[in-house]
């Protein structure tokens, strides 16, 4: 068997593992949650970066593809966001880390 198929078999097990045990409404209410996410003042961006991650992998959301990246960049504390985009970040990892970076 080809990783691939294990990892495509894999995806969907847990996808009907959650459809079976999770309530009815689990997902929306998931999506409406990470639709609706923002940094917290008071919290830094490492904490923001882990519920981010935690979220977008709990809902097998692409951490890398650019609407996704432009989404974290887009709510994080404008001089961070600004100096960010000098940078023209194509992934969560860099812009993670540089987030972190500027944040201290």
Do not use: C
Request: no cysteine; hydrophobic share 40%.
């Amino acid at each position: 068997m080809k990783s691939s198929n294990l990892l495509s078999s894999w995806s969907s097990f847990i996808s009907a593992l959650k459809d079976h045990l999770y309530p009815q409404g689990y997902k929306q209410k998931a999506l409406m949650d990470w639709q609706y996410l923002r940094k917290v003042k008071g919290h830094n961006v490492q904490i923001f970066k882990e519920e981010f991650w935690k979220q977008a992998l709990n809902l097998g959301i692409s951490l890398d593809a650019p609407k996704i990246v432009n989404k974290y960049i887009g709510v994080l504390h404008s001089y961070i966001r600004h100096s960010l985009l000098l940078f023209n970040p194509t992934s969560t990892d860099i812009v993670g880390v540089k987030a972190i970076h500027l944040e201290i």
